[in-house]
Antibody, heavy 123, light 110 residues
């Protein structure tokens, strides 16, 4: 059974940093691209970032480019999101999501999702 | 990057069919057949319903279908059931390892 478990969320002041983690199990992690998708309270889904199976292709939404960094450790079956210079508008539930297609760049089709970790940016 | 455009809400009676549109640009929906649709019930994670414009994952009812014409993709739900009431989101690959979601559509089953 595929499982994605996010952690690392919490309350943080504007301008500070936070690192999210996603622990994956139940599939061959290093075969698949992975993504972060967020959802602000009461709002829609927003794709944040994606990383290919071998970290060779990485993409970011314009809203986080230059502030967030996605990475993965295939030996640890883990996905990360380093979030710097956080803003109030980054407040959201952050989901880790698995891409559907093996061994290609991040194609943006998400077949499994975690339950999310809540990030609140407030002073 | 601009969000794909979806109607904010649609409604239908049980047994009827509804269609949700998703309009993008020639840089996303119009350029790639990597359009997917997600169903999200309150407090739950999204669920993949349609991928590659019109394909259904195993376990998804054949009442759900997808299509695309030009820069607009569509999700059709036939034989509406009470459990279909949820938020629906389209998503398209937009090149350079980026993706874009629509703003979401709230489906109400009357």
């Amino acid at each position: 059974e595929v499982q994605l478990v996010e952690s690392g969320g919490g309350l943080v002041q504007p301008g500070r940093s936070l690192r999210l983690s996603c622990a994956a199990s139940g599939f061959t992690f290093d075969d698949y691209a992975m993504h972060w998708v967020r959802q602000a309270p009461g709002k829609g889904l927003e794709w944040v970032s994606g990383i290919s199976w071998n970290s060779g292709s990485i993409g970011y939404a314009d809203s986080v480019k230059g502030r967030f960094t996605i990475s993965r450790d295939n030996a640890k079956n883990s996905l990360y999101l380093q979030m710097n210079s956080l803003r109030a508008e980054d407040t959201a539930l952050y989901y880790c999501a698995k891409d559907l297609y093996p061994r290609i760049a991040a194609a943006g089709t998400f077949d499994y999702w975690g339950q999310g970790t809540l990030v609140t940016v407030s002073s | 990057q601009s969000a794909l455009t979806q109607p904010a809400s649609v409604s239908g009676s049980p047994g009827q069919s509804i269609t949700i549109s998703c309009t993008g640009t020639s840089s996303d929906v119009g350029s790639y057949n990597l359009v997917s649709w997600y169903q999200q019930h309150p407090g739950k994670a999204p669920k993949l319903m349609i991928y590659e414009v019109s394909k259904r994952p195993s376990g998804v009812s054949n009442r759900f279908s997808g299509s695309k014409s030009g820069n607009t993709a569509s999700l059709t739900i036939s034989g509406l059931q009470a459990e279909d009431e949820a938020d629906y989101y389209c998503c398209s690959y937009a090149g350079s390892s980026t993706s874009q979601f629509g703003g979401g559509t709230k489906l109400t089953v009357l």
